[in-house]
């Protein structure tokens, strides 16, 4: 019995390290891409990495000639506020339809769960039209803006809430404490798991968004990353080495932020409370 349960774990144990493999290879040759000279890109037989020849000047002229850093803050400022203002507004909203259960809350909910039938893209149109008119266009508050309030955010902090204790409520209202009171001392800091899962989730949805900042931005100083991906695939299509090392300096704060909230995110996906 020990033995073939060995056996076991050792065949599922590779298939896994072979789907590991098979997902980061892709990553793998980016970052081999981005420390070869252009020449060496194509080449056969394929190399990895030329470890005597390896060329950082890639990176170097990334750094110099490019506005990587005005990209860098622009999608920094632009994920920043819309995860802190998406969050607020999530455990406001989740709070209320699954805690305090006012009057018509769950047609009113039902309706909310309707819009995410309707497809993104058609919503562009109506969001352009009306940042026109009160003169967002062209600002970051017109990436910002679409982002605060989003129905599945609200939804999964609803199925937090439906099993909230109601105990510790009931103890705080014994003790003075009104809704807004019990909500901010009580259920907030309960809440921490899915919000921190929210969060992250939150980060890199926003953090990839090309479609938003392609239709509402015409101003190169206000581009975020995926924009000046673009912008740079643009005019320089050809030199891929560099695309590579571009591509490789994008994805270094996505994998700072899950690498320092990894346990906090796992944390969250195991605990009942999110599952509802």
Not at 218 to 235: A, E, H, R, V
Request: aromatic fraction near 20%.
């Amino acid at each position: 019995m020990e033995n073939g349960f060995n056996v076991g774990q050792g065949i599922r144990s590779l298939i896994f390290i072979i789907i590991g493999l098979i997902f980061i290879t892709p990553l793998l040759w980016m970052v081999s891409t981005s420390f070869k000279f252009e020449s060496q890109v194509f080449e056969k037989p394929f190399v990895f990495f030329h470890w005597g020849q390896l060329n950082f000047e890639n990176y170097r002229n990334i750094w110099l000639n490019t506005p990587f850093l005005t990209w860098l803050y622009n999608s920094i400022f632009v994920v920043v506020f819309s995860v802190v203002f998406r969050l607020i507004i999530a455990a406001f909203g989740g709070y209320s339809f699954g805690f305090l259960k006012f009057k018509y809350s769950g047609s009113i909910f039902f309706l909310f769960l309707m819009t995410l039938f309707v497809p993104y893209q058609l919503t562009l149109l109506p969001q352009f039209i009306a940042f026109r008119f009160v003169h967002l266009l062209d600002t970051r508050w017109a990436l910002i803006i679409p982002n605060i309030l989003d129905i599945l955010s609200i939804f999964m902090m609803r199925q937090f809430f439906l099993s909230f204790p109601r105990e510790l409520i009931s103890a705080a209202y014994m003790e003075g404490s009104g809704i807004t009171r019990s909500f901010w001392k009580v259920a907030l800091p309960l809440a921490k798991v899915p919000l921190i899962t929210l969060g992250i989730l939150s980060f890199f949805m926003i953090w990839d968004q090309f479609y938003q900042p392609l239709i509402f931005l015409k101003s190169k100083d206000l581009y975020t990353i995926p924009m000046g991906l673009q912008s740079f695939q643009t005019q320089f299509g050809k030199d891929y080495a560099q695309q590579m090392a571009l591509a490789c300096l994008a994805i270094v704060p996505v994998l700072t932020v899950f690498l320092i909230l990894q346990k906090q995110f796992i944390e969250s996906v195991t605990s009942s409370g999110i599952k509802g």
